[in-house]
Nanobody
Framework: QVQLVESGGGLVQPGGSLTLSCKLS????????MAWYRQPPGKERELIAH???????NYANSVKDRFTISRDSAENTLYLQLDSLRPEDTAVYYC????????WGQGTQVTVSS
């Protein structure tokens, strides 16, 4: 059974940084485009970044040039480096395939506040 476990969130001041991780068990990243999503308080979940098997990446305008997605296929781990954080980045962050193929994990909370 495929399981996604996100970690690395926390409370950070504006301008700060965090690194999120997503560990997959029971499956393999190798064949899929992988993505990070987030759900701000009271809003719908949104796609913010994805990476395909050749390493190409794409970002939502709201996070472009501040966030960096990467993957370690051998370790079945997806990463998201969050820099220059803003209060509007506060959300629960999730990973999944680009098509949201698998059951969602519990996510990891990122709170940006002074």
């Amino acid at each position: 059974q495929v399981q996604l476990v996100e970690s690395g969130g926390g409370l950070v001041q504006p301008g700060g940084s965090l690194t999120l991780s997503c560990k997959l068990s029971g499956g393999s990243f190798s064949f899929y485009a992988m993505a990070w999503y987030r759900q701000p308080p009271g809003k719908e979940r949104e796609l913010i970044a994805h990476i395909i098997s050749d390493g190409s990446t794409n970002y939502a305008n709201s996070v472009k040039d501040r966030f960096t997605i990467s993957r370690d296929s051998a370790e079945n781990t997806l990463y998201l480096q969050l820099d220059s954080l803003r209060p509007e980045d506060t959300a629960v962050y999730y990973c999944n395939t680009l098509s949201a193929r698998w059951t969602w994990g519990q996510g990891t909370q990122v709170t940006v506040s002074s």
